[in-house]
Each structure stands twice: as structure tokens, then as C-alpha cells.
């Protein structure tokens, strides 16, 4: 019997993270902003670096149900996550590189305005992102890529006022 390694607290850590800076992000001050940015994408790092190690080399697939999502005759969606060898790797790497994104972010935006926006905007893409790798059907997979869509759409049309960067979006 494997014990429960709450999967779903990965994804929702940058989500809250997302909802925080952009919901109330414009109250706060820059420093606090990137400091909600920084802790929520350092922890779902940290908690996947937790997650590597009660996950032994050989040890099978685990599948986590959160909630029947669908039920259609015999269709069947659940909101689940599900990890293995490959998801645990890309989990990592989405968690670990999204967070030194996010650390670079902080010297690369110093001088910008809406920063508020502009971390809520990384944060909600690392949270699709993760959503992506660790879905265990297709349509929250599905679900996950058009979350990083947007969240791409939303990055690349951050500087909205600029014309190079409003012809991109």
C-alpha cells in the first residue's frame, strides 16, 4: 500500500500563487509580489523534490483521484493525476526550471511596471504546465496544453502598450 503523496498540492501552489498577485497583486508592493511568486513556485519545487524521494526507481505507476470529473455510460474522466518514471522527471524539471525562470524574472522585470500581472502570468503558466504533465486522462491533459497556450498568449501580450509587442499578441 503506497502512501498518499498528495499530487495535487504541486499544481495548486502556483495557482494560488497566480490568484494572489492577480487578484490583489495591484495592493500590494513590488517586493511582496515577487515574494508570493517566488515562495509559491519555490515550494511546488520543493514539494516535487519530496515527491522524487518517496518515489522508489521501480516502483509502479500511482494514480491520485482527486473527484469523479465525467460519467457517460461507460465513458469515464476523473480529475486525477498520475506519476511515473517519465511525469516525475518532467515534473521536476517543470518545477525546477520554472522556479529559476522565476528567480531570473525578478532581476529582468526590476525596472518594469504591472509586475503583479506579469508574475500572476508565470505563475498560472506553471500551474497548466504542471496540470499537462501530470494529467492522467486526455481531457485534462487537453485541458493543461490550452492552459499553456493561454498563459503563453497572455506572456508574449504582456507589454500590450508597445507596438513590436501588441503586433505579437
Known amino acids: 500500500m503506497t502512501a498518499n503523496l498528495h499530487l ?20 500590494f508592493s513590488r517586493r511582496t509580489v515577487v515574494a508570493i511568486a517566488l515562495a509559491f513556485s519555490g515550494a511546488a519545487f520543493a514539494f516535487a523534490s519530496w515527491v522524487a524521494v518517496q518515489f522508489p526507481a521501480l516502483m509502479t ?16 474522466a476523473d480529475f ?34 504591472g509586475v503583479y500581472r ?3 502570468y508565470l505563475n498560472l503558466f506553471m500551474f497548466f504546465m504542471l496540470t499537462l504533465v501530470l494529467a492522467n486522462n486526455y481531457l485534462l491533459m ?9 498563459a503563453s498568449y497572455l506572456l508574449i501580450g504582456f507589454w500590450f502598450t508597445r507596438d513590436s509587442a501588441a503586433s505579437a499578441g
Open 8 to 27: 495535487w498540492f504541486i499544481p495548486v501552489l502556483p495557482l494560488i500563487g497566480a490568484a494572489l498577485n492577480g487578484l490583489l497583486g495591484k495592493r
Open 61 to 76: 505507476p500511482y494514480q491520485e483521484t482527486l473527484t469523479q470529473w465525467i460519467r457517460a455510460g461507460s465513458f469515464r
Open 118 to 120: 506579469f508574475f500572476a
Open 142 to 150: 487537453f485541458i493543461g496544453w490550452e492552459g499553456v497556450g493561454l
Open 80 to 113: 486525477a493525476f498520475y506519476l511515473d518514471q517519465l511525469s516525475l522527471v518532467m515534473l521536476l524539471v517543470v518545477t525546477g526550471v520554472g522556479f529559476l525562470i522565476h528567480i531570473y524574472s525578478v532581476g529582468y522585470m526590476a525596472e518594469e511596471g
